[in-house]
C-alpha cells in the first residue's frame, strides 16, 4: 500500500516538486521575516546592552530608546559622577538626522534619515558596539555609520557626507547596528549637538559601577536620588527596546506565518487528493482484496508528512543561501537564521501535512471496494 501511494507520487515528479517548491516558498517568507525580526533585535540589543554600560538614565516617563522626545538636564551626567559606585556617567543624545551623499548635493538627491548617537567620542559610553572596518570617530568632522546606511547612500571609508547640511567625513563602518527601516550613525556628542540643534541636553545618561558594586543598588540609589527620572539596569533597558522592537514586527511576522502555513496546508491537500482520485480504483483493489483502511490511511499520511518536510527542507536552505547573498550583495537586509528556525519549520509543516492529509483521508475511506468489479 505504502508502495502504491510513492508510486503514484513518482509517476508525476514534476508534479511532486512543483508542489514541494511551493511548500518551500511558504517557509521561506516565514523563515525570512522571523529572521528580520530577530536581526533588528539584536541590533538593538547590541547596542544598548554593550558590556561598557551597566545602568541607564532616562527622562521621567521614557523607558526605551527608540521613542523618547524628553531630555535630562545638562549637569546631570556630573551631578550623577558624584555618586558613590559610579566609575563613570556619560550624557548621549539621540536624534534624527538626515544625510546624504556629497557626491549628489541636490535636493533630490539620494538621502536617508538615520539615527544620530552622540556620545562623549572618543572614550564615553555608548559609543558604535563593533566596528566592521575603520575607527571610531574623535573629532566633530569624524562620524561612523552602520554598513548598511554606507551601502544605501553609496559611500566607503574617507567619503564626505552631508550631516542636516553639515558635512562629516566617514572613518568607521559599524555592524550590528542596522534596525532595517533605519540605522544608526554615531558622532563626537558636539557633532550631534550641532546637526540637531539640541546644544547643553541630553537624551540619557549611561552609567558604568565601579568594580564591586551591584547595578540593582546603583539604580536604587540613583532612583533615591532622582526621583523623577527613569532609572533602569542594563538587562530591563535591553527588555524594554526589544518589547518596543516586537510591537512592529509581531503582528506581521504572526500574519505572514500563517499565511504561509495555510498556504503550504492547501498545497499538500491538493497534492494528496489528486494521488487519492487518480489511483481510486487501485485503492478500490486493495480493500476488496482485504487491505487495512487504516493501514493504507497511515500510508497516505506518510507521503504527506514527507512532501511537507521535503518543502520544509528547500525553504531552509534557501534561507541560507538567500542570506550569504544579501551579505555580501546587499547587507541592507540583515537576516539572523538559527538552526531552531528550520527545526520548527520542519514540525509545523510536517503536522500541516498530516492536517492536510484529513479530507483525502476522509474520501479514502469512502471507497466502495465494489468499485474494483465495476466495467
Not at 548617537?117 to 572614550?123: D, S
Not at 546606511?149 to 562629516?168: E, H, I, K, S, Y
Not at 487491505?291 to 536552505?317: C, H, K, N, P
Request: with cysteine.
Amino acid at each position: 500500500m505504502a508502495a502504491l501511494i510513492r508510486k503514484a507520487l513518482s509517476s508525476r515528479p514534476a508534479r511532486f516538486w512543483l508542489t514541494a517548491g511551493g511548500i518551500g516558498v511558504a517557509a521561506l517568507l516565514v523563515l525570512v521575516l522571523g529572521a528580520a525580526y530577530r536581526s533588528v533585535s539584536s541590533s538593538v540589543a547590541a547596542y544598548v546592552g554593550q558590556p561598557g554600560i551597566d545602568v541607564w538614565v532616562a527622562p521621567g516617563g521614557v523607558d526605551n530608546l527608540m521613542r523618547s522626545s524628553a531630555f535630562l538636564p545638562a549637569h546631570l551626567p556630573e551631578s550623577l559622577a558624584t555618586i558613590r559606585g559610579v566609575a563613570a556617567a556619560d550624557p548621549i543624545v539621540r536624534a534624527y538626522v538626515t544625510v546624504r551623499d556629497e557626491a549628489d548635493p541636490s535636493p533630490a538627491g539620494h538621502r536617508l534619515a538615520l539615527i544620530a548617537i552622540g556620545y562623549a567620542a572618543p572614550t564615553g559610553g555608548g559609543g558604535p558596539p563593533a566596528l566592521v572596518r575603520g575607527r571610531a570617530p574623535l573629532d566633530s568632522t569624524d562620524i561612523a555609520l552602520d554598513r548598511a546606511a554606507a551601502t544605501r547612500l553609496g559611500v566607503t571609508l574617507g567619503d564626505t557626507v552631508w550631516v542636516n547640511g553639515r558635512a562629516a567625513v566617514v572613518l568607521g563602518l559599524t555592524g550590528g547596528t542596522n534596525l532595517l527601516a533605519t540605522q544608526f550613525l554615531f558622532a563626537n556628542l558636539s557633532t550631534v549637538d550641532g546637526a540637531s540643534g539640541l546644544r547643553g541636553r541630553a537624551s540619557f545618561a549611561v552609567v558604568r559601577c565601579t568594580p564591586g558594586v551591584q547595578p540593582a543598588a546603583l539604580v536604587g540609589t540613583i532612583r533615591a536620588r532622582f526621583p523623577r527620572l527613569s532609572v533602569y539596569p542594563r538587562e530591563e533597558f535591553v527588555a524594554n527596546n526589544a518589547r518596543e522592537v516586537a510591537a512592529g514586527f509581531i503582528p506581521l511576522l504572526t500574519l505572514v506565518a500563517v499565511l504561509g502555513l495555510l498556504a503550504a496546508t492547501v498545497l499538500v491537500a491538493l497534492l494528496v487528493h489528486a494521488v487519492v482520485e487518480e489511483r481510486r480504483e487501485d485503492l478500490a483493489v486493495l480493500l476488496a482484496l482485504g487491505a487495512d483502511a487504516r493501514a493504507l490511511t497511515g500510508a497516505v499520511i506518510r507521503e504527506a508528512v514527507t512532501l511537507a518536510a521535503v518543502g520544509a527542507m528547500l525553504g531552509s536552505a534557501a534561507g541560507l543561501v538567500l542570506r550569504v547573498v544579501l551579505d555580501h550583495v546587499l547587507p541592507v537586509i540583515p537576516l539572523a537564521f538559527r538552526v531552531t528556525d528550520a527545526a520548527r519549520i520542519l514540525l509545523v509543516f510536517a503536522a500541516a501535512g498530516i492536517g492536510a492529509a484529513a479530507i483525502p483521508v476522509a474520501r479514502l475511506r469512502r471507497i466502495d471496494p465494489l468499485e474494483a468489479f465495476r466495467p
